[in-house]
């Protein structure tokens, strides 16, 4: 699969680490089937350029260089109240020399406080030029396309980053994440039995079926959903996985096999916080000194180990979690992650 025909930035002068999680996956097994369970990697993505590092720095890469070829001096994208994505499109503007503006969506009532901290606090100290606040359910694209307007007004150009950075062009990120991974398992002499990751705006989920596809990596991806069961995330992931590959000039398929999600780990709400979530965000804290964020990556991990313990996950398989990052929002949510499940002493 040929990149090197696609205009990209490069903001991350290494491949993310590819490391062994012996002290969690100890205390990961004392809950499993037996006290057995399976060995579980990280890919370290939440260490990517664009601090504090996430998976959309990889996507941003083909989209920025996109915004730049075309004569943008203004990048709008969407998001939540807390965005990582947001975040790190800003950071990359800032880095470009580009205006940033957003539409947030307050899809929790309420949530948007311009005293917050987390990602927020990140936003005014970044320098973002505008927000727009829309309620939870707007059309997106056309509210960004009204903030669009107004710059265009204002004599300059503005391209619009769909949220999460996921389209075709975007994906391209975790097709180039897969090549990444693909030589570091050989490099390393790894044989995985399963990737484990997020499934949100599917872009990241989807970017990496279109790249194990295309270059013929035959290792399971899991996607454990942050914002739908797997009857509304499935079909979102397979469309922009065949729309990385179609874009890619690639004449395969992605069927309903090639796309598995699970569900039940996200709810009550998008971002909202649940105790699963708290015992996993503690957990990895505690047995790696590695953290989680209490949106994404908290509650991804939870459906890892609720999957562990069910012995969905089997005992000695070799698991990698992809880390998408989202420190910042890490912030905003302390009491409920350290009031939540405790760890057994």
Same mark, same amino acid.
């Given at each position: 699969m040929d990149l090197s025909r696609f205009p990209r930035r490069r903001y991350t002068g290494f491949a993310t680490p590819l490391e062994f999680l012996p002290n969690f996956?100890?205390?990961?097994?004392? #809950?499993? +089937?037996?006290?057995?369970?399976? /060995? %579980?990697?990280?890919?370290?993505?939440?260490?990517? @350029?664009l601090f504090p590092?996430?998976?959309?720095?990889?996507?941003?890469?083909?989209?920025?260089?996109?915004a730049l070829?075309?004569?943008?001096?203004?990048?709008?994208?969407? #998001?939540? +109240?807390?965005?990582?994505?947001? /975040? %790190?499109?800003?950071?990359?503007?800032?880095?470009? @020399?580009?205006?940033?503006?957003?539409?947030?969506?307050?899809?929790?009532?309420?949530?948007?406080?311009?005293?917050?901290?987390?990602?927020?606090?990140?936003?005014?100290?970044? #320098?973002?030029?505008?927000?727009?606040?829309?309620?939870?359910?707007?059309?997106?694209?056309?509210e960004m396309q009204k903030v669009a307007d107004a710059v265009a007004?204002?004599?300059?150009?503005?391209?619009?980053?769909?949220?999460?950075?996921?389209?075709?062009?975007?994906?391209?990120?975790?097709v180039a994440c897969a090549q990444e991974l693909q030589q570091q398992l050989f490099e390393q002499g790894v044989t995985l039995d399963r990737l484990v990751v997020g499934s949100g705006s599917s872009?990241?989920?989807?970017?990496?079926?279109?790249?194990?596809?295309?270059?013929?990596?035959?290792?399971?991806?899991?996607?454990?959903?942050?914002?739908?069961?797997?009857?509304?995330?499935?079909?979102l992931v397979l469309k922009e996985a065949q729309a990385t590959l179609d874009l890619l000039g690639v004449d395969l398929k992605v069927k309903p096999e090639h796309v598995t999600c699970v569900g039940g780990y996200w709810q009550p709400k998008y971002s909202v916080p649940n105790a699963r979530m708290?015992?996993?965000?503690?957990?990895l804290a505690r047995t790696e000194g590695i953290p989680l964020d209490p949106v994404y990556t908290g509650k991804i991990m939870a459906g890892l180990i609720g999957l562990a313990r069910t012995g969905e996950l089997r005992?000695?398989?070799?698991?990698?979690?992809?880390?998408?990052?989202g420190l910042p929002s890490?912030?905003?949510?302390?009491?409920?992650?350290?009031g939540g499940t405790e760890l057994p002493a």
């Open positions: 996956s100890r205390a990961l097994a004392a #809950g499993c +089937p037996g006290g057995q369970g399976p /060995r %579980i990697w990280i890919k370290r993505d939440d260490m990517l @350029g590092g996430g998976n959309k720095t990889r996507k941003l890469e083909f989209l920025v260089a996109d070829a075309q004569g943008a001096d203004t990048l709008v994208t969407c #998001g939540a +109240p807390q965005s990582n994505h947001c /975040r %790190i499109t800003l950071a990359a503007a800032v880095k470009e @020399g580009l205006k940033c503006r957003f539409v947030i969506e307050e899809r929790v009532p309420n949530s948007y406080r311009e005293d917050a901290s987390g990602n927020h606090f990140m936003f005014r100290l970044l #320098g973002v030029e505008a927000i727009t606040v829309v309620p939870g359910g707007s059309n997106m694209a056309a007004r204002a004599g300059r150009k503005a391209y619009i980053i769909p949220g999460g950075g996921s389209n075709a062009l975007g994906g391209l990120g975790y872009g990241t989920h989807g970017g990496l079926v279109a790249g194990f596809l295309g270059n013929n990596i035959r290792i399971p991806i899991v996607g454990i959903g942050v914002s739908r069961d797997p009857a509304d995330q499935a079909p708290a015992e996993a965000v503690q957990m005992a000695g398989e070799n698991v990698l979690f992809l880390h998408t990052g890490l912030h905003a949510y302390e009491a409920d992650v350290l």
